[in-house]
T-cell receptor, first 117, second 115 residues
Framework: AQKITQTQPGMFVQEKEAVTLDCTYD???????LFWYKQPSSGEMIFLIY??????QNATEGRYSLNFQKARKSANLVISASQLGDSAMYFC??????????????FGSGTRLLVRP | DGGITQSPKYLFRKEGQNVTLSCEQN?????MYWYRQDPGQGLRLIYY???????QKGDIAEGYSVSREKKESFPLTVTSAQKNPTAFYLC??????????????FGSGTRLTVV
């Protein structure tokens, strides 16, 4: 069964520094998608970045980049130049294909990031 | 602007009572989903629907029911059979089909509390 693991329940980072949030996944599928979402205290889920399993280059979106190591089955999120507004929960997710040919998104347990001024 | 609207934002339920959470989207997405989130935890899938008048159970469907009579709407009913309903509920939608890269758009959530 597909599974997402985030081993860092909480992280601190100094403002303006970079931080890496870890994510490992387990799947037997060759085709899959990896996502990172940000959840501020308001509760909404904000899409940050996507990496497809066949993408050869690491995805980047502004200050966010995804360090994709396929052989290690890891998809770590790197946030550069941290800002106070980056303080939130961060979820790694994987889109898997179900037996009925539908797709669903499965989530890790999340990492709470706190940016210190 | 297109998006997903969940209402109410906060909901209180008495013991033994059924309550319905609303989810409406104007993104023309085919698929809609309901997730439950408990404090400090990730999201768990309750129900999902790929097309109108069809829906499937997710990982934790017991004590919940849904309907999909319109493409835009996917209400979730928390029944009295759900013994621990206090949680944060998130609705999402996406394009369906073969696209691995189709991410989800989420609503702002409903926080349900049993009183």
């Amino acid at each position: 069964a597909q599974k997402i693991t985030q081993t860092q329940p909480g992280m601190f980072v100094q403002e303006k520094e970079a931080v890496t949030l870890d994510c490992t996944y387990d799947t037997s599928d060759q085709s899959y998608g990896l996502f990172w979402y940000k959840q501020p205290s308001s509760g909404e889920m904000i899409f940050l970045i996507y990496q497809g399993s066949y993408d050869e280059q690491n995805a980047t979106e502004g200050r966010y980049s995804l360090n994709f190591q396929k052989a290690r089955k890891s998809a770590n999120l790197v946030i550069s130049a941290s800002q106070l507004g980056d303080s939130a929960m961060y979820f790694c997710a994987m889109r898997e294909r179900k037996t009925d040919s539908s797709y669903k998104l499965i989530f890790g347990s999340g990492t709470r990031l706190l940016v210190r001024p | 602007d297109g998006g997903i609207t969940q209402s109410p934002k906060y909901l209180f339920r008495k013991e033994g009572q059924n309550v319905t959470l609303s989810c409406e989207q104007n993104l023309n997405h085919d698929a809609m989903y309901w997730y439950r989130q408990d404090p400090g935890q990730g999201l768990r899938l309750i129900y999902y629907s790929q097309i109108v008048n069809d829906f499937q159970k997710g990982d934790i469907a017991e004590g919940y029911s849904v309907s999909r009579e319109k493409k835009e709407s996917f209400p979730l009913t928390v029944t009295s059979a759900q013994k621990n309903p206090t949680a944060f509920y998130l609705c999402a939608s996406s394009w369906s089909g073969q696209g691995i890269g189709y991410g989800y758009t989420f609503g702002s959530g409903t926080r349900l509390t049993v009183v």
